[in-house]
């Protein structure tokens, strides 16, 4: 099991967006995927057409990382309806807030990997999708995490954000979980016929070199379009969709090779075995 989260430490970058997007390459590649909500806001349990009733939550899953607790905070999305793939969400709640504290303990900070170590022979790929900020839930995220991928844009802020990310996965890295990397930057929203667009990706990739990871995701609205009707986008009808899919497509491709995760997909997604944790 490869377990990935999804990093911004600026808001409005669309780091649940690119989070519903790779769900969405991975359920058309066939992967056995769990999406795990981890941002109080909980857009991504909405994307993945779950409804909460007579279910648990993460917060749950944070205040006793038990196998039964997690399985009780656990759904099945709607994307898998009259398929056999597999697309699970540990289901968010505002309430994960509370636990989002800017001074953790260290067993807090091992909550997340305590649960997700119960359902490890059942998922090739994990997805955390984090909330905007360095307190507690993302470091959480980040222990239980074999890499990040930080979310950007093109613009003046989210460029030193990403700055601020990597330098806090290091840290994290050196002091709690030695098997922690970052995956790389996935730049979002961009417009490359914007000047300023040009310059900011230019200038990420001076910074960070082969960190910034292609293809640069371009600003569409039939993203937007397919993930507010709660559908996978490989599924959205139209060229523009068909372009993003490919896109994310591209970059799940890489989370495969880094997590070794490609001899275990089939197209009908029905995979075969599960990678150690931590062996990319």
Same mark, same amino acid.
């Given at each position: 099991?490869?377990?990935?989260?999804?990093?911004?430490?600026?808001?409005?970058?669309?780091?649940?967006?690119?989070?519903?997007?790779?769900?969405? /390459? $991975?359920?058309? &590649?066939? %992967? =056995?995927?769990?999406?795990?909500?981890?941002?109080?806001? !909980?857009?991504?349990?909405?994307? *993945?057409?779950?409804?909460?009733?007579?279910?648990?939550?993460?917060?749950?899953?944070?205040?006793?990382?038990?196998?039964?607790?997690?399985?009780?905070?656990?759904?099945?999305?709607?994307?898998?309806?009259?398929?056999?793939?597999?697309?699970?969400?540990?289901?968010?709640?505002?309430?994960?807030?509370?636990?989002?504290?800017?001074?953790?303990?260290?067993?807090?900070?091992?909550?997340?990997?305590?649960?997700?170590?119960?359902?490890?022979?059942?998922?090739?790929?994990?997805?955390?999708?984090?909330?905007?900020?360095?307190?507690?839930?993302?470091r959480t995220?980040?222990?239980?995490?074999?890499?990040?991928?930080?979310i950007t844009?093109?613009?003046?802020?989210?460029? /030193? $954000?990403?700055? &601020?990310? %990597? =330098?806090?996965?290091?840290?994290?890295?050196?002091?709690? !979980?030695?098997?922690?990397?970052? *995956?790389?930057?996935?730049?979002?929203?961009?417009?490359?016929?914007?000047?300023?667009?040009?310059?900011?990706?230019?200038?990420?990739?001076?910074?960070?070199?082969?960190?910034?990871?292609?293809?640069?995701?371009?600003?569409?609205?039939?993203?937007?379009?397919?993930?507010?009707?709660?559908?996978?986008?490989?599924?959205?009808?139209?060229?523009?969709?068909?372009?993003?899919?490919?896109?994310?497509d591209r970059?799940?491709?890489?989370?495969?090779?880094?997590?070794?995760?490609?001899?275990?997909?089939?197209?009908?997604?029905?995979?075969?075995?599960?990678?150690?944790?931590?062996?990319?």
């Amino acid at each position: 099991m490869f377990v990935l989260s999804i990093s911004s430490l600026k808001g409005g970058v669309g780091k649940t967006t690119v989070t519903l997007g790779l769900a969405s /390459a $991975a359920w058309a &590649r066939g %992967l =056995r995927t769990l999406v795990v909500d981890l941002d109080p806001q !909980s857009d991504v349990s909405t994307g *993945l057409d779950v409804d909460p009733a007579g279910h648990g939550n993460v917060a749950d899953v944070l205040t006793s990382p038990k196998a039964q607790v997690v399985r009780e905070a656990t759904a099945r999305s709607g994307w898998s309806n009259g398929n056999d793939r597999v697309i699970d969400l540990m289901i968010g709640s505002p309430s994960s807030i509370n636990f989002d504290g800017p001074h953790p303990s260290i067993r807090e900070i091992w909550r997340l990997e305590e649960a997700l170590a119960t359902v490890e022979s059942e998922y090739d790929l994990v997805l955390i999708d984090c909330p905007p900020s360095l307190n507690a839930l993302t470091r959480t995220a980040w222990a239980a995490s074999d890499r990040v991928a930080i979310i950007t844009e093109p613009g003046l802020f989210s460029v /030193a $954000a990403a700055d &601020r990310a %990597l =330098r806090a996965i290091e840290e994290i890295r050196r002091g709690l !979980s030695p098997r922690l990397q970052p *995956l790389g930057i996935i730049v979002n929203r961009t417009r490359m016929q914007s000047i300023e667009h040009q310059f900011r990706v230019k200038e990420l990739k001076e910074m960070f070199g082969p960190l910034v990871l292609s293809p640069h995701l371009p600003e569409r609205t039939s993203l937007q379009q397919a993930q507010g009707a709660a559908k996978p986008v490989h599924l959205w009808p139209g060229d523009s969709a068909e372009e993003m899919a490919d896109h994310f497509d591209r970059i799940l491709e890489r989370i495969m090779r880094t997590g070794r995760l490609g001899r275990y997909a089939t197209l009908e997604g029905q995979a075969a075995g599960a990678g150690r944790r931590g062996s990319a």
